[in-house]
């Protein structure tokens, strides 16, 4: 039995680790750009608010 723990533990910390590590850091990342970051192509504003104008501005179909 130690050696099928012993497996789970060297899996999650092998390669699905660096996996979940690095969904977690594109979906901040991917937050961050879309709340924060100025674009000048939109005006200087951030994406966010490029998507909510658009959304307004777009009528919604019934």
Avoid: C, I
Avoid at 32 to 50: D, I, K, T
């Amino acid at each position: 039995m130690a050696y099928g723990r012993s497996s789970r533990v060297v899996e999650f910390t092998g390669e699905g680790h660096r996996k979940v590590w690095a969904k977690l850091r594109l979906q901040r990342w991917r937050e961050q750009y879309n709340h924060s970051w100025l674009l000048e192509r939109h005006g200087f504003r951030s994406p966010a608010q490029v998507r909510a104008d658009y959304l307004e501005a777009t009528p919604m179909a019934a």
